[in-house]
């Protein structure tokens, strides 16, 4: 059972953080409340099926039994539990906090209509403003559920604009030393060339669902970058995938193909074809892990320079693992990639290469409209053997990349963005050394 928490009302501090139901004969409660202040929800759940007979009815017992349910996957006994809570408590606090709790569990049942309605009642109290957002992002989960039954079309236009000091990721130096002949002087469009670009990108996705836990998703995403004084790294770009997609609210799976094919200056540059698979998991606690693996060939263009460019054709095989934490107004995701690329052509295996990275990056929601966010990664690249032109010795790259942006949701289908980064790219070669600083700033709309 995916687990869908609400943050507490800053007055109404029951459960989770301290114990406040005072020990009364025998009462159960303290020791349930201190198991689930500890996260041992389970255990608070069976102490409480051990003391249902003597205890149900007594509304801080129901709600610290319901609310244990709901934690240990035992949505239906926590329905009846926080129903009762609603129905014949007199303390207005405990009947607050039992609501939102219950609103929940019928989510989490698939009562949608049931929790909405509770959603709105509680909407309707003037709550404090976090725990609106998050019955808004409830109320967004319970439409997309719906939705999720029918066959749905979604289409996305974003628009950027900025300025990239090195469009072409190349060097600034204008001399390269080489062990074979000494210094060699590279042309100028060999060297880091610095432009201002725009770019728009439409992403058009269909989902077919064959029932609740299984459907079939086509996405494709068009992107176009334009450089406004050169038009020689121009970038037209086409991804499309179908996928199917399946499992539980736990567990989710997706298996499929995709198509990516890049033009530079209008000119093909690069094709590829992938499998791909994919798990999601969702943990308690704000806890989400992830695996993917895909398998891929990447062909370059078969126009002029076509035996070059086939030595460079590569297999790749690429697996990602992902560790996802929401904690408050913090999400925090982990990723650790490594892949392998096979030359197709033993004359390219100077093409071929090891890569690992890392990547961590924050998101912080500040409020329902403004969310920056930080991201890094590291990445190390070995190349299989010596570069075969002037330099004869194995290539071996390490990068490290810092970004900086932030979301403005001005509507709920509008998002202004803006994202400032910088690269850094060190080599044992002194030709692929550069650096590359960009920023930029756009719209996004979803309809």
Do not use: C
């Amino acid at each position: 059972m995916k687990k869908y928490r609400l943050p507490l009302l800053p007055l109404i501090v029951l459960a989770l953080q301290a114990p406040v139901f005072a020990a009364e004969n025998d009462s159960p409660n303290t020791e349930m409340d201190s198991l689930i202040t500890a996260g041992s929800f389970q255990q608070a759940f069976d102490l409480g099926a051990a003391n249902l007979e003597e205890w149900e009815g007594d509304p801080e017992f129901d709600f610290l039994y319901g609310f244990a349910a709901l934690e240990s996957d035992n949505p239906n006994e926590s329905v009846f539990a926080l129903e009762r809570v609603v129905t014949v408590s007199e303390d207005s606090v405990l009947r607050g906090r039992a609501r939102l709790e219950l609103a929940r569990a019928y989510f989490v049942t698939n009562n949608l209509t049931a929790s909405e309605n509770l959603f709105n009642q509680v909407l309707a109290s003037n709550p404090p403003t976090n725990v609106q957002q998050n019955i808004e992002a409830f109320l967004q989960l319970i439409e997309t559920r719906r939705d999720a039954r029918d066959a749905t079309f979604s289409f996305t236009l974003s628009s950027d604009i900025g300025d990239d000091d090195n469009i072409n990721s190349a060097t600034s130096n204008g001399l390269i030393d080489t062990p074979l002949i000494g210094q060699i002087e590279l042309d100028e469009d060999g060297q880091e060339s610095d432009d201002t670009f725009s770019s728009t990108t439409f992403v058009a996705a269909y989902n077919y669902p064959f029932d609740r836990n299984s459907s079939l998703g086509v996405t494709v995403n068009l992107t176009h970058l334009n450089n406004f004084d050169t038009d020689a790294f121009d970038i037209d770009a086409l991804r499309s995938e179908v996928a199917y997609n399946w499992g539980s609210e736990t567990n989710r799976f997706k298996h499929g193909v995709s198509y990516s094919k890049m033009n530079l200056d209008q000119k093909g540059f690069q094709d590829s074809v992938a499998l791909n698979s994919s798990w999601q998991r969702s943990g308690g606690n704000g806890w989400y892990q992830s695996l993917a693996a895909s398998y891929s060939q990447i062909s370059y263009d078969t126009g002029s320079g076509r035996d070059q460019n086939d030595l460079r054709d590569v297999d790749q095989w690429l697996i990602t693992a992902g560790l996802t934490k929401i904690s408050g107004p913090f999400t925090h995701s982990f990723n650790l990639y490594t892949a392998d690329e096979d030359p197709d052509e033993s004359a390219g295996d100077h093409n071929g290469r090891d890569f690992t990275g890392l990547a961590y990056s924050v998101l912080w929601r500040l409020n329902a409209q403004h969310t920056p966010y930080l991201r890094i990664s590291t990445q190390d690249v070995e190349h299989d053997s010596e570069h075969p032109v002037f330099f004869n010795t194995e290539r071996d790259d390490d990068t490290d990349s810092f970004a900086f942006g932030w979301f403005w949701q001005i509507q709920r289908n509008l998002l202004i963005t803006a994202e400032a980064s910088y690269t850094d790219n060190g080599s044992n070669i002194e030709l692929f050394d550069y650096s590359r600083f960009k920023y930029q700033a756009g719209i996004r709309y979803q309809f």
